[in-house]
């Protein structure tokens, strides 16, 4: 078939499965694999060369890993050093040694099985990263420390790979004098990778950014990451190792943002070429023959890392289960470069044919169930905390006219207010750790849920006069506005809204006082900047509240269709057409 043809099954399979697989909330990785499957040899063998392709869309993963070192900046890498190969590094040798241990209980030689155990021990950047990323959990601890045990892994297969050929019964000669050799290649490819990221990179993009060619940048951008790829690959280090460097070495570039918005198209399709192809790698024959034996390697693998997951991660500071169980959940399967282990292993003769078709099954068998895992510890973990009664703070009913809920940046600021003017108050805060960064600073909040009934009677809310809503979190918000509302509706609700969706969600509670806590910092560093290029202060202070009332009225208005995107965005055009029409009168500039 022609790669045209090829190119239109691939883009079909993944129109259809991916909306479908959302639509179903299993998210866009496990629409992906479902192509794969459906369309690879072992279904409607529409697609026939599996392993030319999952080398090609393995460039996705280069892709992913430049982007992410375009976020990450070398000082905050340096504050991760304790994370990533500690945390990293222990997870690579505990995982790596208790699957090996697993493999000689099993019946296999030491070698083989230590090779089998690393090999097994590695997890899928891509697919642990895609996860976190479509649950907005990167930056949270776990997606934190997920990352940092990534990144070491990345790390890690250069050495690994280099001692698979020690182990088989031709070694390739990696000691003495070759080590050497090897290792100083290494250091100096790595230095003019630095050098040249460092200097001559950036000169070379501000060369490209003045041709104001969208298409030579787009370029540039991609021989950036392909070229630094290809130059790390010559001294046996892994592509997306190569790629991440130059990310973090551009990362602090002032192109950083217009190389992401230039790579993020291509790393989109090619990261999803690449989970279709570990889709139609899965060897479904072999899983009608030995489904006992695969089921059992892939319930090793993943057992074993959680169970070396759970308690590293409480050692090293992600202290509640919660997110303890989500890291390990989310690392459970294999990755990409166990394909390549294996691969070595099987030209070193190391591993017999038929054990490495069964690792590279249930590598890819675990990776497929990975998402779902996932999706079940998030369930698992929210019933929990549905269950989980904590102790929250006793309340002797203060009679305070003024309850806070939600202690954070927004609360504590209207808290110091009211301390000022000689205003008791109540703060409820369901963070535990906030809680006791507060008191720390000599405040007085009550760890409680202002969600709960109870609570908010035992916080004095029969007499109290006002409700600060001040909580961050939108669905909490609601939540809690909704329980006031219904059980103490003489409260009057001064809320926060972190956007326009939060406001209007309000709104449909009847609540009339809402802050959008960015309107008034924005509008401020309008005006400055308005200041700034010459406009009068007069000028400048009209056009200002023109916006702003303006802004209120539209809020209002768009209450009543903001169910409707269509009318939404119909409503928005309209009002600035409008607004530029109000404003032409004011400026004399």
Not at 88 to 93: F, I, K, N, P, R
Not at 357 to 369: F, G, K, P, Y
Not at 470 to 491: G, N
């Amino acid at each position: 078939m022609s790669l045209l043809g090829q190119s239109a099954i691939f883009l079909g399979a993944a129109v259809v499965a991916v909306p479908l697989s959302k639509r179903l909330g299993l998210g866009s990785v496990l629409g992906y694999l479902a192509a794969g499957i459906v369309i690879g040899p072992w279904v409607l063998g529409l697609i026939g060369d599996v392993e030319s392709i999952l080398h090609f869309a393995e460039f996705g993963v280069v892709l992913l890993l430049f982007l992410i070192g375009l976020e990450l900046q070398p000082s905050r890498l340096w504050v991760m050093r304790k994370s990533v190969f500690g945390l990293g590094g222990a997870q690579v040798l505990l995982t790596g040694a208790a699957l090996a241990v697993a493999g000689v209980l099993w019946g296999l030689s030491l070698a083989t099985a230590i090779v089998a155990g690393l090999g097994l021990a590695l997890s899928s950047t891509a697919f642990a990263l895609q996860i976190l990323a479509e649950k907005n959990q990167l930056t949270t601890r776990h997606g934190r420390a997920a990352f940092s045990i990534l990144l070491f892994q990345d790390l890690a297969v250069i050495p690994i790979l280099a001692l698979v050929p020690l182990f088989g019964p031709d070694p390739e000669g990696l000691t003495g004098r070759g080590a050497l050799v090897n290792a100083v290649t290494v250091i100096v490819v790595l230095a003019g990778i630095v050098v040249i990221g460092r200097y001559l990179l950036r000169q070379l993009l501000r060369l490209v950014a003045r041709t104001r060619l969208r298409e030579v940048f787009t370029a540039m951008a991609l021989l950036t990451v392909i070229g630094t790829a290809l130059l790390v690959e010559t001294v046996g280090l892994s592509m997306a190792l190569g790629a991440f460097l130059a990310g973090v070495l551009l990362a602090d570039s002032e192109y950083r943002h217009e190389l992401e918005a230039n790579i993020e198209p291509f790393k989109g399709l090619l990261l999803g070429l690449f989970f279709i192809a570990v889709g139609m790698s899965v060897n479904l024959g072999l899983l009608v023959e030995s489904p006992g034996r695969i089921l059992v390697i892939v319930a090793m693998l993943m057992a074993a890392k959680a169970l070396v997951l759970i308690p590293l991660a409480r050692l090293f500071g992600l202290c509640d289960n919660r997110a303890a169980m989500s890291l390990a959940a989310v690392m459970s399967g294999g990755g990409e470069f166990a394909f390549v282990m294996f691969a070595i292993a099987a030209r070193q003769r190391l591993i017999e044919a038929q054990l490495i078709d069964e690792l590279i099954l249930a590598v890819a068998v675990s990776m497929l169930l990975t998402p779902f895992i996932y999706m079940l510890n998030e369930a698992v973990g929210r019933k929990l905390e549905r269950q989980e009664a904590p102790e929250y703070d006793e309340m002797d009913d203060p009679h305070n006219d003024v309850i806070i809920a939600g202690f954070g940046r927004v609360g504590q600021v209207v808290g110091r207010l009211l301390a000022v003017v000689g205003t008791p108050f109540t703060a409820l805060e369901i963070d535990s750790s906030q809680v006791d960064v507060v008191r720390r600073y000599g405040n007085v909040v009550h760890f409680g849920d202002a969600s709960r009934p109870d609570i908010l009677r035992a916080a004095g809310a029969e007499h109290a006069r006002v409700f600060v809503l001040a909580i961050d979190d939108v669905e909490a918000s609601i939540r809690t506005a909704e329980a006031v509302r219904r059980h103490f509706p003489h409260l009057k609700i001064i809320a926060r809204a972190r956007n326009r969706r939060h406001a209007h969600w309000l709104m449909d509670l009847g609540i009339e006082h809402i802050f959008r806590e960015t309107l008034l910092s924005s509008l401020s560093m309008s005006k400055r900047v308005l200041s700034k290029l010459g406009f009068g202060n007069d000028e400048v202070e009209r056009i200002g509240e023109k916006f702003r009332a303006r802004d209120i009225r539209l809020l209002k208005e768009q209450h009543a269709i903001h169910q409707s995107e269509e009318k939404m965005i119909q409503s928005a055009k309209d009002t600035a057409a409008e607004l530029e029409s109000l404003l032409q009168g004011d400026i004399k500039h």
